[in-house]
């Protein structure tokens, strides 16, 4: 079993940054990938970007590509989200999730953590 918990979100204005955090328990978290995915108000949750278990590899949604960076650190069991130039359509509950397999589908994902609000404003 693993908990993960995020923290980071906040109110920020366009073109500013957030960085996401989330903790992970347990010892076995540099054997998962570490993804972060969004849910925008009203749209399905969606893929932002995801890490492999020893950072060699990093996975991004197109809309997010050059702006946003994942990164994780095994000794910490913590998992980062770097977000730059932010723009009002990134508002959305943006979730940490880990996975056995690379993927891009929130159904193969193993565990959740609750989620964290970040707001951009225009």
Known sequence: QVTLVESGGGLVQAGGSLKLSCAAS???FSTYIMAW???APGKEREFVAAMSRSGGS???TDSVKGRFTISRDNAKNTVYLQMNSLKPEDTAVYYCAASRVVSRIDNDMDFWGK???VTVSS
């Open 26 to 28: 347990g010892r076995t």
């Open 37 to 39: 995915f969004r849910q």
């Open 115 to 117: 989620g964290t609000l």
């Open 58 to 60: 990093t996975y991004y």
